[in-house]
C-alpha cells in the first residue's frame, strides 16, 4: 500500500511539472503571436523607443512592427492648412481634402502616404478650428490607407509676421507648435512630422543648434531643439529633416539654395541626437541631372539613414518666380520629359529612397477632382504656361503600376 501511495505521488509530481511545461509553452508562444501581430504584451518591456505597430528607422530602412522594410510613395497637397490668407478667405482644406481624393490616391495610384503642409501662425490664430479641420483630414487619409507626413510651412504665405529675407528658419514659435502637435498626435502609428521646409539657414551651427536672431528680430532656433520638443511630448513617430540653404545649393534659378541644397557637405559627426530621423531633399530644376549628381547630393547620410524626397517635380507651369526657374533647365520635349521622370523614379528606388511628388492637384498631377484623369506631357512643354493643363501623372501612375 506504501509502494502504490509512492507512485501515485511521483505521478503526481511528473503531471505538475508537465502542466507547468505545458503552460509555459502556451503563454510563450501567445506572447509571441501578439508580437507578430503587433499587439504590445503586457509585462514585457516598455516600448520606450518604438510603440508597437509604428514604423521606424533601422539603418537605412524604414521597417514596420513586424520588422519588415518598406517604402514610402506618394505626393504633397497644399491647401489653407499652410495659406493663411485662402483660410481668411473662408476656404478650409477639408473641402480639397477628402475622401474620394485619398482613395483615389491609394486604391487608384498605389500611394501610402500623403505630405500635407500646416502652418504654425494660423494654428496658433484658430487654434480649435485649425485642429478640428485637422484631425477630420488626418483621420480619413489614414482610414484610406495613407501615413500623412505633417510638414511645417513657416514663412510669409503661412502667416509669419517675420518679413526679412533671413526670417525663414526655425524659430522659438516652431519649438512651441511641434510640442503641441506631437503632443496631439503621439499615438498615431500613421503620422510623421517634417520640422521645417525649406530652412534659409546660413551654416550647420545654426542648422543643427539654431542661435542668434534674424534681421527683424525673430530668435533662431536650430533642428536639434524640434526634435527634442517632438521627444518631449512622448512621441516617438519617424521624423523628417531638410538641409536647406546650409547644404548650398545657390544659383541663379535659387538664389537662398534652400529648396535644392543637399547634405554632400554635412558634417555627420554632429548629425541629430535621435534614432528615428529620416533625411529628406527636394528636387525641380535639377531633375534632369544624372544618377552621379543626384547621389552626391546624398553626401555622407547615403547608406545611413531613410532617405526622403519630400517634394519633387518635373514642374512647367507653377506659379511664381520659384516656380518659373524650376524649368527654364528642363528639355521641351514631351518624350524627353516623359524619360526624365521615369529615369528619376528608378534612380529613387535605387537608393531605396522614399518619395512624395509635388502634387497630387489639379493641372499638376491630375487633371480634376473628379475624373482624377492623370495628366500628361504633349509633344512640346512651354515654360512657365500656368495655364497649361500638363504634367507627369500619367509618368507616376504607370510607374507605381509597374513598382508600387
Given at each position: 500500500m506504501r509502494g502504490l501511495r509512492i507512485v501515485l505521488v511521483c505521478a503526481l509530481l511528473v503531471l505538475v511539472v508537465a502542466l507547468g511545461a505545458l503552460a509555459y509553452v502556451l503563454v510563450n508562444q501567445f506572447h509571441q503571436n501578439q508580437a507578430s501581430n503587433g499587439t504590445p504584451v503586457t509585462g514585457s518591456p516598455s516600448p520606450a523607443v518604438i510603440p508597437s505597430g509604428m514604423p521606424h528607422a533601422q539603418g537605412d530602412q524604414i521597417v514596420d512592427a513586424k520588422g519588415q522594410p518598406f517604402f514610402l510613395r506618394g505626393a504633397q497637397i497644399e491647401t489653407p492648412f499652410n495659406y493663411i490668407q485662402g483660410w481668411e478667405q473662408g476656404k478650409r482644406p477639408t473641402s480639397i481634402l477628402t475622401p474620394a481624393v485619398?482613395?483615389?490616391?491609394?486604391?487608384?495610384?498605389?500611394?501610402?502616404?500623403?505630405?500635407?503642409?500646416?502652418?504654425?501662425?494660423?494654428?496658433?490664430?484658430?487654434?480649435?478650428?485649425?485642429?478640428?479641420?485637422?484631425?477630420?483630414?488626418?483621420?480619413?487619409?489614414?482610414?484610406?490607407?495613407?501615413?500623412?507626413?505633417?510638414?511645417?510651412?513657416?514663412?510669409?504665405?503661412?502667416?509669419?509676421?517675420?518679413?526679412?529675407?533671413?526670417?525663414?528658419?526655425?524659430?522659438?514659435?516652431?519649438?512651441?507648435?511641434?510640442?503641441?502637435i506631437a503632443a496631439h498626435f503621439k499615438s498615431n502609428p500613421m503620422v510623421m512630422f517634417d520640422l521645417y521646409n525649406e530652412p534659409q539657414e546660413t551654416s550647420w551651427n545654426e542648422w543643427l543648434n539654431g542661435g542668434g536672431t534674424t534681421s527683424d528680430g525673430a530668435s533662431i532656433v536650430g533642428f536639434q531643439d524640434m526634435v527634442n520638443a517632438v521627444r518631449s511630448t512622448g512621441a516617438q513617430q519617424m521624423i523628417v529633416v531638410e538641409p536647406g540653404s546650409s547644404g548650398g545649393g545657390k544659383s541663379s534659378q535659387n538664389p537662398t539654395g534652400a529648396e535644392e541644397g543637399g547634405w554632400s557637405n554635412f558634417p555627420i559627426n554632429d548629425a541629430i541626437h535621435d534614432s528615428n530621423i529620416m533625411y529628406s531633399l527636394h528636387v525641380y530644376q535639377t531633375i534632369v541631372q544624372p544618377a552621379s549628381y543626384q547621389t552626391a547630393k546624398w553626401g555622407p547620410v547615403l547608406g545611413k539613414y531613410p532617405i526622403y524626397y519630400g517634394e519633387w517635380?518635373?514642374?512647367?507651369?507653377?506659379?511664381?518666380?520659384?516656380?518659373?526657374?524650376?524649368?527654364?533647365?528642363?528639355?521641351?520635349?514631351?518624350?524627353?520629359?516623359?524619360?526624365?521622370?521615369?529615369?528619376?523614379?528608378?534612380?529613387?528606388?535605387?537608393?531605396?529612397?522614399?518619395?512624395?511628388?509635388?502634387?497630387?492637384?489639379?493641372?499638376?498631377?491630375?487633371?480634376?477632382?473628379?475624373?482624377?484623369?492623370?495628366?500628361?506631357?504633349?509633344?512640346?512643354?512651354?515654360?512657365?504656361?500656368?495655364?497649361?493643363?500638363?504634367?507627369?501623372?500619367?509618368?507616376?501612375l504607370q510607374w507605381l503600376d509597374s513598382n508600387g
Amino acid at each position: 500500500m506504501r509502494g502504490l501511495r509512492i507512485v501515485l505521488v511521483c505521478a503526481l509530481l511528473v503531471l505538475v511539472v508537465a502542466l507547468g511545461a505545458l503552460a509555459y509553452v502556451l503563454v510563450n508562444q501567445f506572447h509571441q503571436n501578439q508580437a507578430s501581430n503587433g499587439t504590445p504584451v503586457t509585462g514585457s518591456p516598455s516600448p520606450a523607443v518604438i510603440p508597437s505597430g509604428m514604423p521606424h528607422a533601422q539603418g537605412d530602412q524604414i521597417v514596420d512592427a513586424k520588422g519588415q522594410p518598406f517604402f514610402l510613395r506618394g505626393a504633397q497637397i497644399e491647401t489653407p492648412f499652410n495659406y493663411i490668407q485662402g483660410w481668411e478667405q473662408g476656404k478650409r482644406p477639408t473641402s480639397i481634402l477628402t475622401p474620394a481624393v485619398f482613395d483615389t490616391m491609394v486604391q487608384k495610384w498605389h500611394m501610402n502616404a500623403l505630405r500635407l503642409p500646416t502652418s504654425n501662425w494660423e494654428y496658433a490664430k484658430f487654434t480649435t478650428e485649425y485642429m478640428s479641420q485637422l484631425d477630420q483630414v488626418v483621420q480619413e487619409a489614414n482610414q484610406a490607407g495613407l501615413y500623412v507626413i505633417l510638414d511645417l510651412h513657416d514663412n510669409v504665405k503661412s502667416g509669419s509676421p517675420y518679413t526679412s529675407k533671413d526670417s525663414d528658419v526655425p524659430k522659438t514659435q516652431d519649438v512651441t507648435y511641434w510640442k503641441a502637435i506631437a503632443a496631439h498626435f503621439k499615438s498615431n502609428p500613421m503620422v510623421m512630422f517634417d520640422l521645417y521646409n525649406e530652412p534659409q539657414e546660413t551654416s550647420w551651427n545654426e542648422w543643427l543648434n539654431g542661435g542668434g536672431t534674424t534681421s527683424d528680430g525673430a530668435s533662431i532656433v536650430g533642428f536639434q531643439d524640434m526634435v527634442n520638443a517632438v521627444r518631449s511630448t512622448g512621441a516617438q513617430q519617424m521624423i523628417v529633416v531638410e538641409p536647406g540653404s546650409s547644404g548650398g545649393g545657390k544659383s541663379s534659378q535659387n538664389p537662398t539654395g534652400a529648396e535644392e541644397g543637399g547634405w554632400s557637405n554635412f558634417p555627420i559627426n554632429d548629425a541629430i541626437h535621435d534614432s528615428n530621423i529620416m533625411y529628406s531633399l527636394h528636387v525641380y530644376q535639377t531633375i534632369v541631372q544624372p544618377a552621379s549628381y543626384q547621389t552626391a547630393k546624398w553626401g555622407p547620410v547615403l547608406g545611413k539613414y531613410p532617405i526622403y524626397y519630400g517634394e519633387w517635380a518635373f514642374l512647367t507651369n507653377g506659379a511664381g518666380k520659384s516656380a518659373l526657374a524650376h524649368c527654364q533647365s528642363l528639355p521641351t520635349n514631351g518624350t524627353q520629359a516623359t524619360q526624365v521622370v521615369t529615369t528619376f523614379l528608378n534612380y529613387m528606388a535605387s537608393v531605396h529612397a522614399s518619395w512624395t511628388a509635388w502634387e497630387f492637384a489639379p493641372h499638376y498631377m491630375v487633371q480634376d477632382y473628379t475624373t482624377f484623369a492623370p495628366t500628361t506631357f504633349p509633344p512640346t512643354l512651354t515654360c512657365g504656361d500656368q495655364k497649361a493643363d500638363v504634367g507627369m501623372g500619367q509618368t507616376i501612375l504607370q510607374w507605381l503600376d509597374s513598382n508600387g
